[in-house]
């Protein structure tokens, strides 16, 4: 089982049985926002952030999704004075990361084979978790390293939806036409068009694909296609093809909760579409730092193979 701790200012430590995760998580540090208090947040009578109060909406009267977001999958330690979002310790890491099936684990975490039995998988694509899964817990050389060594572990983008679990702070920013979401790790970003262009034909293939949305009464639904062929769903390898089409449903069910249901509908890898929560946490008094995982970065000249 794997524990995240979150010590101030803002620093992540990973302990893991599995040896490979502990490549996935860069240091961050201090910076000058970080505890810049969140304007506009409802409050109790007593001062305290009232985050189940009702979600903000847009002058056009839909939702509004703006703001920092986390992984709701980290469990926030009760001894943190309620304004500290970066006071997170003892929390289970966001268990998706390592196998997006998983939804909870007690004192037994399960064994490959019961991984493996958790999402519908093409018998290839069972194949290649199954290698990947080997290796992470071996750690022996590969001569396909690219195949077999998680992306993330390597430095590349965290695409979506994988990067709705993992442990950086994603800020969403809505405008009539389009909803932009920024990714703390490397610096990156996702465009979702809601301005009714439909999707490209025969697009390059992107790690986020390309995203369309429109809304359905207080839910936005988002649509997206032209993923890469070697796209990682989470750190056990679940694939996600260039066949893939994948659909979220992102709803602010309060000001500090976003319900975001995700269905990945891959044909290549997976025997049926099935559906994940991936909720988000409204992250108070923070912002986004840099978090740029190849600086002073050493491993990556020690992996084995072409």
């Not at 009232?50 to 909406?57: D, E, G, I, S």
């Not at 069972?126 to 390293?145: E, F, I, N, P, Y």
């Not at 790790?185 to 429109?214: C, E, M």
Request: a neutral charge.
């Amino acid at each position: 089982m794997s524990i995240l701790r979150l010590n101030k200012p803002r620093t992540w430590h990973l302990v893991s049985a599995c040896t490979a995760c502990v490549w996935l998580f860069p240091i961050a540090g201090r910076a000058q926002w970080i505890h810049y208090p969140t304007s506009g947040v409802p409050k109790n009578r007593d001062g305290k952030p009232n985050l189940t109060a009702p979600a903000p909406r847009t002058v056009d009267g839909r939702p509004d999704l703006s703001g920092v977001w986390f992984s709701a999958a980290v469990v926030p330690d009760p001894s943190c004075p309620p304004t500290d979002s970066g006071c997170i310790s003892q929390g289970l890491a966001p268990i998706r990361m390592f196998h997006i099936g998983l939804t909870s684990f007690s004192d037994h975490f399960p064994t490959n084979d019961e991984l493996l039995r958790l999402l519908p998988y093409q018998p290839w694509a069972a194949d290649l978790v199954r290698k990947r899964l080997a290796w992470q817990q071996t750690m022996a050389g590969s001569t396909d390293h690219g195949a077999i060594i998680d992306p993330h572990a390597r430095c590349l983008p965290p695409n979506f939806p994988r990067a709705w679990e993992l442990p950086q702070y994603k800020r969403i920013v809505q405008s009539s036409s389009l909803v932009v979401i920024l990714h703390e790790f490397q610096a990156t970003y996702r465009l979702i068009f809601t301005d009714g262009r439909p999707l490209p034909v025969d697009p390059t293939p992107s790690w986020n694909g390309y995203s369309v949305g429109h809304w359905e009464g207080d839910t936005l639904v988002i649509e997206t296609t032209g993923f890469r062929d070697d796209l990682w769903l989470d750190t056990s390898g679940s694939p996600l093809t260039d066949a893939a089409r994948v659909t979220e449903r992102i709803r602010r069910v309060n000001f500090g909760q976003l319900q975001v249901e995700v269905t990945v509908n891959d044909p290549k890898a997976y025997t049926r579409p099935w559906t994940v929560q991936m909720n988000q946490a409204f992250a108070l008094d923070t912002d986004l730092l840099d978090d740029i995982c190849l600086e002073n970065e050493h491993d990556a000249a020690k992996y084995s193979g072409k």
